[in-house]
């Protein structure tokens, strides 16, 4: 019934985060963009959750925020030390991944 | 299968000593370089000492059974078992890795190649030889398998960045060259999980033990299936091996490597694909063994000739003897080829003496390295002027290398050839005997290739470039350390081969009588009558 | 192999059955001979770690060991006699050695037998008095699937005999290199390895089975290996110790082969046990196809290791080597491991070359044709040593055939002669180089007879003997070869084990070379006027002045050499000539020789005749003769007149006539065989070979993998450039260039920036989600 609504904003949401993720330069950017992503999957989780009666659902989604808090903590941390590093957060820069 | 359960600590605490001491080292800070030093060749030490007592605990009377079996559940719903345990065809490769180690340690004492970093380094080789003993006393294909893969990793790394000029090609060529032999290999486990029927029941096993499926031995599994079966773990081991044409990771990756990276590689890591033939390969699937072996046996001698063939066009000191390993390695599956007792004991006794010699011979390249700067042979020469010791060394490892007599070497390689006048089973003796004169034409081109980098090093006066060089110093007190074993062991396993040879025998016709027990009934009678 | 099975032996040769003639119950020293290889070898670690440390530098170590070891070696041999003689197996009394003597022979022959204290007053032939009974005693090395491998020695006649010669040699080289090699940068080292070297021989000497001889040879092979290249800082002498190892490494081959295919044609698979392998072949339990399989891979070990034509080159570049090295080495001990081998695996090669009965066999020809182009060569050469190296070369095949023909005491006599004739001849001119330094007769040679008269005549002694002159060594054993072919029908004396005319001719011919080419020899180094010091050429004094005479520690090996060159020869005097007693006819024969024992085959005896020694005599003089003629009148007349210290014609016949001349070229290439192996083979595999398999491995084998690479990473890109265009900017598209072998590409998909792994990640699960979809939906 409502399902539909739901769904779609979750959608949207994650579309939102991917393209911050896959665009934004700035850490700080695509780690929000990361975190709206996660809130997505947590709206369609809480949604299903309902729709089937089954508390599972909600529990999976409490975790997720779990789980993004620590995320984000580590995130920003990498932030911090590239910062620290190069003065700059600006992730185009990073390449030292380059093979 | 016989087996011994005393004393069943002992394996889990063998394997998970080095990854203890490694965690230890973790929580000590980068700086502290003579604490991860001391730390490092203390825990090696410590599993030294734990196969010491292995050494003396064994009960060699029975070596042919699993000692100190323990047989655990691990992972229920997959079916996978903790199951470890000891025989005579594991002992000696655990004694040679849990010899290496420290040795190696004592080397990097004041050998730490660059970017430096010495708490990791002394770390991934702590997990690396968790990974390597994990492999030897492994009894679980899924355990085995995780061992296996654990040996990836560190030596990935240990090559990706303390490795030489063009490091990132050869170690990503290492990793996922043996990754795409792992893939088919965990394949073929998974069939024999599937497949595999009781002998005495006739039921389903589902059981990655391998105990028990080298009881069934192939039982019940369709003959063409089997070929299939065998065909994924011959690639998945050959590729570790190498065999020949699966060999070309190696060159690139000895050359790149750090001097410990190639010791260790060339000293155990190879030896995991000839172990795997002998103890999973052969047992579980004899019959597919007998059908394929004319397969080894030929990717064996062409490794043989071909190896020694790269060899001599060689013009780098390190990359000559990552060739010389193919063809030494081609001794080793040329004994396995056979299927007999006579020829996987060759096999067995091959990977000691090439893991002793060959670790040794990297070990020298490494320090004619630190020396000259350079490896181009052409550009060496007069060693045995500047650093008599060093150059007298690399002759005596040398001569042990080419397959002298009365060394470890002789005894890798002449009873595999042996072994080749007389396979196993209905495998074709005319071709076999092929094999043989090739194998023994290939000892001529080892003399060659051998002498030839020992009289373009050694002998000789040194050129102009390096004549006044004071960095060309003689054997220092680290190298004595960490080589006098290697030297002494390869004297005394070539005086007395029987220390080797009669740990491995029991356990060698245990486990083929496991597999012609179904079907190389021929193959027995000519093994024991000859 | 017990004493009670041993003395059921039979006794006639023809048809030898039952199991080896061997006890393990004998005198102590007999049973305890491996005390002398490891003396040498002990003395061979203490030189390694203390030689230094010591006053002599490590030399008296090594004479120590290896005199005890001589006089071991010397009671050993009087101990074998007594043996031979007066053996009788442990628990057969008098009644059971009648009962042998019923199986055989009449009672009272044997009676006879066993009751004399040996050595004298045998009337019979050779298949009456007791077995031969080699003494073995080993003991279990290690085992393996199966097989059990054994270490122990065996001794018997041959191997005493070895012993002896080799212990004697050594020694005498030891106390000479004191002072030949004396100062040398590597004294102590040279020592060391002299020690193993002796070690290592006299531990292949003994084994008793052919795993044991395979250790020893490839040993022996070693050292020789690191004794050519003593001098290692020049190209050249590593060239000649790599050329002999390799050479040598190339018979192995056939070494390996050949034991292998014995041990499990006539071991069964169970032994390598020399004797019990040589009775099953004489029973006759071995098949055909196997011994000739065995026989001609052995062959090649023999070739390369005894210096047998085509193999036979490393010998002379090995000369490159200390010369005291080349006497024990390369002229009286290691090159003859091959002929030892042969003669200790006799009946491999007597049944698998069928010596019996035919008039040709490989074994025998190659000798034969050894020993005639050896010989040639020696014509051609400038440098003394390599005179004597060419002449060991024709030695060598002169008892390769002797084998051949089945003349076997004959070919294990001329071994035991050489030795000595051929290490007086190398010391002597060590002697002589040690005095002008320099090998070169025609350059730094001439009139050192005035110079040094000791050596001189020690020199000539070893000539003498060599050439086969009455009644020095040399004329004893060769004439005794000439005799076992079996080809001499005239006046009397034939027999043997076939008629061998061919290789008796060419024995005769070589009879004839020997004496030519040391006659050449002797005038070049020790006649005319002396052509080195080279005084009048700079206007100086050299700076060594005139060569002198050497002194003690080298003069006195010569004598000794000398003496026993001059005596040994009557050891084995022919039987059934009338001019001395019977009692001193053929004792080398008899105690050396295991004719009868279960392990050895029933050859016959070539009977003894004047006129073949006198007709052989006269050829090897008619070729000192001609020599003598152009060198000692010729060319001496002509020196005079002109008043220059000539080395040879000015307008020989090498040089006016087209043919000689091509012959003289050829015989200075050594027939080209360096280039066939070097120019050709050698290059070939290290060239062009070497280069293609390494091409193949890198842009076939390796080639294939990183094309395989390269795909992957291309499929990847497809799906990457399908997604975002912008993204793939730089990305070289040089994929084109096929023979780029380095995987250069594999490094793209690495661009090292996060969110284009990202894109990565997202585009595949996209596209894995859709498929998915579409999948359902189908």
């Known amino acids: ?99 | 299968m016989d087996t011994l359960d005393t004393n069943n600590w002992l394996p889990t605490l063998l394997v998970f000593a080095p990854l203890a001491g490694a965690l230890l080292m973790a929580l000590v800070p980068e700086k502290e370089e003579e604490t991860h030093k001391a730390l490092a060749l203390l825990t090696s030490l410590v599993t030294f000492g734990l196969a010491v007592f292995l050494f003396i605990d064994f009960d060699y009377d029975q070596s042919g059974a699993l000692q100190y079996l323990v047989d655990t559940d691990w992972i229920e719903v997959i079916g996978a078992g903790y199951t470890m345990g000891i025989d005579g065809m594991s002992l000696p490769l655990i004694g040679l890795t849990v010899l290496v180690m420290p040795l190696v340690f004592v080397y990097s004492w004041d050998h730490i190649p660059s970017p430096g970093n010495t708490k990791a380094f002394m770390m991934l080789m702590l997990i690396l030889e968790t990974g390597m003993i994990g492999t030897f006393v492994a009894q679980d294909l899924i355990l085995f398998f995780v061992f296996f893969e654990v040996v990836l990793l560190p030596m990935f790394f240990m090559i990706a960045v303390w490795g030489g000029e063009d490091r990132r090609y050869a170690s990503l060529k290492f990793f996922l060259y043996t990754l795409f032999g792992s893939a088919l290999m965990l394949l073929s486990f998974l069939a024999l999980f599937f497949l595999a029927k009781d002998p005495a029941t006739g039921e389903l096993l589902r059981t990655f033990n391998m105990p028990a499926l080298a009881d069934s031995a192939g039982e019940g599994i369709v003959r063409s299936t089997q070929l299939v079966i065998f065909g994924g773990m011959f690639i998945g081991f050959g590729v570790k091996v190498p065999i020949f044409p699966f060999h070309t990771w190696l060159p690139d990756a000895h050359t790149q490597a750090p001097t410990q990276g190639s010791v260790i590689l060339a000293a155990v890591l190879l030896k995991l694909g000839t172990y795997g033939f002998i103890r999973i390969a052969i047992p579980f699937l004899p019959e597919a063994a007998e059908a394929w072996a004319p397969v080894i046996g030929a990717v064996a001698v062409i490794g043989i000739i071909y190896g020694a063939l790269g060899c001599l066009a060689q013009t780098d000191m390190k990359r000559l003897i990552a060739f010389s390993s193919i063809a030494h390695m081609g001794f080793v599956m040329l004994g396995i080829a056979t299927l007999t007792d006579f020829g996987i004991n060759a096999a067995i006794y091959g990977m000691v003496a090439h893991g002793l010699i060959t670790g040794m011979l990297f070990f020298i390249a490494g320090s004619v390295k630190e020396r000259y700067h350079t490896l181009e042979i052409k550009r060496l020469g007069g060693m045995l002027v500047q650093a008599p010791r060093l150059g007298w060394i690399l002759g005596f490892v040398t001569m042990a290398s080419l397959g002298l007599p009365g060394l470890a070497g002789f005894w890798g390689e002449f009873p595999a050839i042996l072994s080749a006048y007389n396979p196993a089973g209905a495998i074709s003796e005319e071709l076999f005997r092929g094999y043989m004169v090739v194998a023994a034409i290939g000892t001529v081109l080892a003399a060659g290739y051998l002498l030839w980098l020992l009289q373009r090093t050694a002998m000789g006066e040194p050129s102009a470039e390096f004549a006044d060089d004071p960095n060309i110093t003689d054997v220092s007190t680290f190298e004595w350390v960490a080589w006098t074993p290697f030297l002494i062991l390869i004297v005394v396993f070539g005086v007395a081969p029987g220390l080797i040879f009669e740990v491995t025998d029991p356990a060698v016709v245990q486990s083929l009588n496991e597999c012609l027990k179904t079907t190389c009934e021929v193959g027995a009678s000519v093994v024991a009558g000859g | 192999m017990n004493s009670l099975l041993a003395s059921m032996a039979p006794l006639l040769a023809e048809a030898p059955t039952g199991p080896p003639s061997v006890t393990n119950d004998a005198n102590w020293f007999l049973e305890n001979a491996w005390l002398i290889p490891l003396l040498p070898a002990l003395s061979f670690v203490l030189i390694l770690f203390f030689g230094k440390r010591m006053p002599k530098k490590g030399a008296e170590i090594g004479i120590a060991a290896v005199g005890l070891a001589f006089v071991l070696a010397v009671i050993t041999g009087f101990a074998w006699i007594d043996h031979r003689d007066n053996f009788e197996p442990a628990g057969t009394g008098g009644e059971e050695a009648l009962v042998i003597g019923d199986d055989g022979l009449t009672s009272s022959d044997s009676l006879v037998l066993t009751a004399e204290d040996g050595g004298e007053g045998e009337k019979g032939g050779e298949e009456e008095g007791p077995v031969p009974v080699a003494v073995q005693s080993s003991t279990q090395w290690f085992q393996s699937g199966g097989i059990e491998f054994n270490v122990g020695i065996l001794v018997d006649g041959l191997a005493v005999m070895m012993l002896f010669v080799v212990t004697l040699i050594s020694l005498l080289v030891h106390v000479y290199s004191t002072d030949y090699v004396g100062g040398d940068r590597r004294y102590t080292h040279f020592f060391a390895f002299l020690s193993l070297f002796t070690a290592s021989m006299l531990f292949f000497v003994l084994s008793d089975n052919i795993l044991q001889m395979i250790v020893g040879w490839e040993l022996v092979g070693v050292c020789s290996f690191v004794l050519i290249g003593h001098w290692w800082e020049e190209k050249p002498n590593s060239d000649a110790a790599l050329k002999a190892f390799i050479t040598n490494r190339v018979g192995d081959v056939g070494l390996i082969v050949g034991v292998i295919t014995l041990f499990f044609a006539a071991g069964g698979g169970k032994t390598f046990d020399t004797l019990l392998i040589n009775n099953a072949i004489v029973r006759g339990e071995v098949g055909k196809t196997a011994l000739v399989v065995a026989a001609a891979a052995l062959m090649a070990a023999v070739m390369s290791k005894s210096g047998q034509f085509i193999l036979h080159t490393w010998l002379p570049d090995a000369m490159a080597g200390p010369t005291p090295v080349s006497a024990l080495i390369h002229a009286a001990t290691m090159v003859v491991a091959g002929i030892y081998m042969v003669a200790r695996l006799y009946p491999v090669f007597y049944e698998g070359m069928q010596i019996n009965g035919s008039s040709i066999n490989l074994l025998a020809t190659v000798g034969a044709i050894t020993l005639v182009f050896g010989g040639l060569l020696a014509f051609v050469q400038d440098d003394i040593k390599k005179v004597l190296a060419y002449s060991t070369i024709s030695q060598l095949g002169y008892m390769a055939m002797a084998l051949g023909v089945g003349a076997w005491t004959a070919a294990v006599f001329h071994l035991f002669t050489h030795a000595f004739f051929k290490a007086n001849l190398f010391l002597g001119s060590g002697s002589v180089a040690h005095s002008v330094h320099s090998f070169d007769m025609k350059k730094d040679m001439g009139g050192l007879r005035k110079f040094m008269p000791k050596t001189y005549i020690t020199f000539i002694i070893g000539s003498l003997a060599l050439a086969g002159v009455f009644p020095l060594a040399g004329f004893w054993s060769k004439d005794e070869i000439l005799v076992g072919t079996g080809g001499w029908n005239f006046f009397g004396g034939t027999g043997g084990n076939g008629a061998y005319t061919f290789h008796l001719t060419m024995g005769m011919i070589g009879a004839a070379l020997t004496a030519g080419y040391m006659t050449r020899c002797v005038y070049l180094t020790f006649h005319g006027e002396y052509r080195g010091g080279h005084a009048a050429d700079d206007g100086a004094e050299a700076h060594h002045g005139d060569p002198h005479e050497s002194g003690p520690r080298i003069l006195v090996p010569l004598y000794i050499l000398s003496g026993f060159a001059i005596l040994a020869g009557l050891l084995n005097m022919p039987k059934g000539l009338a001019l001395w007693p019977d009692s001193w006819e053929e004792r080398f024969g008899h105690y050396i020789e295991p004719l009868g024992a279960s392990y050895f085959p029933g050859i016959s005896h070539g009977t003894p005749s004047y006129s073949l020694a006198i007709v052989s005599s006269l050829i090897a003089f008619a070729g000192a003769g001609y020599a003598f003629y152009y060198y000692f009148v010729k060319v001496d007349r002509l020196a005079k007149k002109t008043g220059v210290s000539l080395t040879g014609m000015p307008n020989g016949v090498t040089t006016t006539n087209p043919v000689a001349r091509v012959g003289h070229k050829v015989l200075v290439e050594k027939y080209y065989l360096d280039h066939l192996y070097n120019g050709v083979i050698v290059a070939f595999t290290k060239g062009p070979l070497a280069r293609a398999a390494y091409w193949v491995n890198q842009n076939v084998i390796d080639g294939g993998v990183d094309a395989v690479g390269r795909a992957s990473v291309k499929s990847g890109r497809f799906v990457y450039d399908t997604i975002d265009q912008g993204v793939i900017e730089g990305v070289v598209n040089g994929s084109g260039k096929v023979s780029d072998a380095t995987g250069e590409e594999l490094r793209h998909l690495n661009s090292g920036k996060v969110q284009n792994y990202a894109a990565i990640m997202f585009a595949a699960a996209a596209l894995l989600a859709g498929s998915f979809i579409i999948l359902l939906a189908l």
């Open chain 1, 1 to 99: 019934m409502f399902l539909n609504q739901f769904l779609l904003l979750a959608a949207a949401l994650f579309c939102i985060g991917v393209y911050g993720v896959l665009v934004r330069k700035n850490g700080i950017l695509v780690l929000m963009s990361i975190e709206i992503i996660l809130n997505a999957v947590n709206i369609n989780l809480v949604a299903f959750g309902s729709l089937t009666d089954d508390v599972a659902g909600e529990v999976f989604a409490l975790f997720t925020i779990a789980v993004a808090a620590a995320e984000v903590g580590i995130g920003l941390a990498i932030v911090l030390l590239m910062y620290r590093n190069r003065r700059s957060i600006d992730f185009s820069e990073a390449d030292l991944l380059k093979g």
